[in-house]
C-alpha cells in the first residue's frame, strides 16, 4: 500500500502536474495539503477519472487538506471536531483499506512571538489531544502532511543559520515531538537514518532548489502497525522540477498491507 503527501499549493493551479504525477506514481492513498479552493472548485471529474475518490476539506484562497484514494474512503471527518472555533481549514481524516489516514496541514507561524505563531503551537497541542481522544497507537494509522516544523538539524541545509528563525524554533520542534509521542514513526527517517540533504521544501526564491537550501518538513508519521510494515520511503525530488511547480515535493512510503492486513 503505498501512501503519499504532496502540498500542492493550489490544486487548480497544479492540476496537471497532479495528474501526471498519479499516472506515473500511482499511489493508493495521496494526501494534498494547500488546496487554495473550496469544494465546488475542486476536480472532482477530472480526479475521478483518473481512478481516484477523493475527500475534501476546502478553504478559499488558503489552506484546504484532502484525501485522493483508488478505493472510496469512509468515516470521513473534517476538522478536528474539538470544539475550537477555528475557520482553517487545516485536517482531514478517512479509512481507506482499514487504516486510518489523516492529511494535515500546520500553520505556519510567520514570526517568533506573533499571534500566528502562538496559533501554530496551539495546533499542535490540539492535534495531539486530537489523537489521544480519538485513536489508539495500536491501531494502523498513517499521519501525513506539511508540519512547518523541520525535526533535526539534518533536516535543514544550514542548520546555524536557520536556528531560532520560524520552522526550526525549539518551542516548534518540542510541540512536533510531543506530537510524536503519541507513538508515530516518522518513516523517512526509519528507512533513511542520517542521510543528510533530502529536503521536501524549497523557497521559490534565490536559486534555493538548485542549489538544494531546502528544509524537510512534509512527513508520513505511522502508528506501530504500519511503521512495522514500511517498506520503502522516499522524496521525489524530480517533482519539484520543471515550469510552475509546487514548492513542495510529494514524500511517500510503501506498506505491506492490505485488506486482509487489517487488525
Not at 209 to 229: E, H, Q, V
Request: one cysteine or more; a neutral charge.
Amino acid at each position: 500500500m503505498k501512501i503519499a503527501t504532496w502540498n500542492c499549493n493550489s490544486v487548480r493551479a497544479r492540476q496537471t502536474r497532479l495528474l501526471e504525477w498519479l499516472a506515473k506514481a500511482r499511489p493508493e492513498v495521496l494526501c494534498l495539503q494547500e488546496l487554495k479552493c473550496v469544494e465546488e472548485d475542486f476536480p472532482w471529474a477530472e480526479l475521478r477519472q483518473a481512478g481516484y475518490h477523493a475527500a475534501c476539506n476546502g478553504q478559499r484562497t488558503y489552506n484546504g487538506v484532502g484525501i485522493l484514494s483508488l478505493e472510496e474512503p469512509t468515516e470521513v471527518l473534517r476538522g478536528m471536531d474539538d470544539g475550537v472555533d477555528d475557520g482553517q481549514a487545516r485536517l482531514i481524516a478517512a479509512n481507506v483499506a482499514g487504516v486510518r489516514i489523516v492529511s494535515a496541514y500546520a500553520p505556519n507561524g510567520q514570526a517568533v512571538g506573533s499571534p500566528a505563531y502562538d496559533y501554530k503551537l496551539e495546533w499542535y497541542g490540539r492535534l495531539r489531544r486530537h489523537l489521544d481522544l480519538r485513536h489508539r497507537p495500536e491501531r494502523p494509522l498513517v499521519l501525513c502532511g506539511d508540519f512547518n516544523v523541520a525535526a533535526e538539524p539534518i533536516d535543514v541545509y544550514d542548520p546555524a543559520q536557520w536556528d531560532g528563525q520560524t520552522m526550526f524554533t525549539e518551542p516548534e520542534r518540542a510541540a512536533l515531538r510531543h506530537l510524536l509521542g503519541f507513538g508515530l514513526t516518522d518513516t523517512f527517517r526509519k528507512l533513511h537514518p542520517g542521510e543528510p540533504g533530502r529536503f521536501s521544501w524549497w523557497d521559490y526564491r534565490m536559486l534555493a532548489f538548485p542549489k538544494n537550501r531546502g528544509l524537510r518538513i512534509d512527513y508520513l508519521f505511522a502508528t506501530a502497525p504500519m511503521a512495522d510494515r514500511c517498506q520503502g520511503a522516499d522524496i521525489d525530488r524530480e517533482a519539484r522540477k520543471g515550469a510552475k511547480p509546487s514548492d513542495h515535493a510529494p514524500v511517500w512510503a510503501d506498506f505491506r498491507w492490505s485488506t486482509d492486513s487489517v487488525l
